[in-house]
């Protein structure tokens, strides 16, 4: 698998471009809300999008700690923590903050992936850091970890269109969205990859600039 993983992104950018391990752990949280009745909604697309991950790394997301659930897969020489917080998307810092401080790991070396009610369906946008942005996950996150400073993969879920927002999140996609949206969990592993090896300002350079460009197109 490291192998494959090495000659995937070898193709994107130079070997001199990998980072210099600040530390040897990353740790990528997709946020949701557990139970099966909220399985394919909106709101759980970073569950959606951790899951392909796992499936891409050839390990499971199901060992229980943290008040999550937990996988752990090598990329080259990372160790990378694959959490789903399973307590509901209000309290995601939580677990998030747990498994940091279990592993050491620093908020610069933290990525949180999750859906976004502002970005078309299917639309991916990373960040390094910034606001939460009205997203209650994300607010718990930055008061449990004390900084914003932390990697973002916003996964578009497409505006609530005069719907109330808390219900249209709890929606599960329509037949016609489908389609964009498995792309986007797809392109969501390459990206967490890329930043995983690469850091974030190669990943935004690299995935921001795709999307852009081939949502242009379609247009």
């Known amino acids: 698998m490291t192998e494959t993983l090495s000659e995937t992104f070898g193709d994107l950018l130079p070997a001199s471009a990998l980072l210099k391990p600040r530390t ?32 891409r790394l050839g390990v499971s997301v199901r060992k229980k700690a943290f008040n999550g659930l937990v996988g752990e897969a090598m990329v080259g020489d990372l160790k990378v923590i694959l959490l789903k917080p399973q307590q509901y998307m209000n309290r995601s810092g939580h677990a998030i903050a747990t498994a940091a401080g279990f592993y050491k790991i620093a ?20 960040r390094a850091k910034g606001a939460a942005g ?15 400073a932390f990697a973002r993969l916003r996964i578009g879920i497409g505006d609530a269109g ?5 219900d249209y999140v709890l929606s599960r996609f ?12 797809a392109q969501s592993s390459e ?13 935004m350079n690299q995935y921001n600039a795709r999307i852009d460009a081939e949502t242009k197109n379609e247009k």
């Not at 999750?114 to 991916?124: F, I, S």
């Not at 009205?134 to 914003?148: E, M, P, V, W």
């Not at 005069?162 to 808390?166: F, K, M, T």
């Not at 037949?175 to 986007?184: P, V």
Request: glycine share 12%; hydrophobic share 45%; aromatic share 4%.
């Open 24 to 55: 040897t752990m990353r740790l990528i949280a997709g946020l949701g809300n557990p139970g099966s009745e909220y399985d394919s909604t909106r709101h759980n697309v970073g569950f959606m999008a951790v899951d392909a991950l796992a499936e």
């Open 107 to 126: 908020p610069q070396d933290v990525m949180v992936v999750l859906d976004d009610l502002a970005l078309p369906v299917g639309q991916l946008r990373l």
């Open 174 to 185: 329509g037949a016609d969205e489908k389609a964009a949206i498995e792309k986007a969990v």
């Open 191 to 203: 990206a967490l990859l890329c930043w995983v090896q690469y850091g974030i300002d190669k990943a």
């Open 134 to 148: 009205g997203h209650n996950g994300l607010k718990d996150i930055i008061a449990r970890l004390g900084t914003d």
């Open 162 to 166: 005069g719907r109330d927002a808390a």
